[in-house]
């Protein structure tokens, strides 16, 4: 994973041409094994990551992002035993993502709980990003455009922000019935 940032040094491209990374790959055939990805820096503290204008979300390009491929796909458990619905990248500031202790109830049990959550069926079908681009629509005081570029990111921002929490509250049902087709056609 390269972290992808405006102010960097280090790209897929110096690594790919690296003479060490070069005789690593040849050396041992692990082109086919290996995947060298770019991938936007989250600032887990308060506080923007300086990014690269054209890996920014906004208006013109949040129909190019998709759903969520870790929400109710990837559990994680945590050395605390504390069962989280995503990857967890962000989810430690994000309680709705957070299932449960293994201590106080089964895995089955809280995957099945996460599993008949709306919000968390609509990030797999639609992404934070769509999902935040929809509730400005509804409230355009609702500033989210080019501040994010990592999905994890816009999610915890989704998650944070009372306006965008506020239009999901007030409007979700608009949007239940495409959600929940969708969603089913994905699981086929």
């Given at each position: 994973?390269?972290?992808?940032?405006?102010?960097?040094?280090?790209?897929?491209?110096?690594?790919?041409?690296?003479?060490?990374a070069q005789?690593?790959?040849?050396?041992?055939?692990?082109?086919?094994?290996?995947?060298?990805?770019?991938?936007?820096?989250?600032?887990?503290?308060?506080?923007?990551?300086?990014?690269?204008?054209?890996?920014?979300?906004?208006?013109?390009?949040?129909?190019?992002?998709?759903?969520?491929?870790?929400?109710?796909?990837?559990?994680?458990?945590?050395?605390?035993?504390?069962?989280?619905?995503?990857?967890?990248?962000?989810?430690?500031?994000?309680?709705?993502?957070?299932?449960?202790?293994?201590?106080?109830?089964?895995?089955?049990?809280?995957?099945?709980?996460?599993?008949?959550?709306?919000?968390?069926?609509?990030?797999?079908?639609?992404?934070?990003?769509?999902?935040v681009a929809w509730?400005?629509?509804?409230?355009?005081?609702?500033?989210?455009?080019?501040?994010?570029?990592?999905?994890?990111?816009?999610?915890?921002?989704?998650?944070?922000?009372?306006?965008?929490?506020?239009?999901?509250?007030?409007?979700?049902?608009?949007?239940?019935?495409?959600?929940?087709?969708?969603?089913?056609?994905?699981?086929?």
């Amino acid at each position: 994973m390269v972290e992808l940032q405006a102010e960097r040094r280090v790209t897929k491209q110096v690594l790919l041409e690296h003479p060490l990374a070069q005789g690593l790959f040849d050396e041992h055939d692990l082109d086919a094994n290996v995947t060298i990805v770019e991938s936007p820096w989250i600032a887990m503290e308060d506080g923007e990551v300086p990014y690269d204008t054209n890996c920014l979300i906004n208006a013109d390009n949040v129909h190019l992002r998709s759903g969520c491929t870790s929400i109710l796909s990837t559990i994680v458990v945590t050395p605390q035993k504390e069962l989280f619905a995503c990857c967890g990248i962000t989810a430690e500031k994000i309680p709705e993502v957070k299932l449960g202790l293994l201590d106080q109830a089964n895995m089955h049990d809280m995957y099945e709980a996460a599993s008949n959550d709306f919000i968390k069926i609509w990030l797999a079908v639609d992404g934070p990003e769509k999902i935040v681009a929809w509730a400005a629509q509804k409230d355009p005081s609702i500033d989210w455009e080019n501040r994010f570029a990592h999905q994890c990111d816009i999610c915890r921002f989704m998650y944070q922000s009372p306006q965008v929490k506020r239009v999901i509250r007030e409007h979700y049902q608009e949007v239940v019935g495409d959600v929940l087709l969708r969603f089913s056609l994905l699981r086929s």
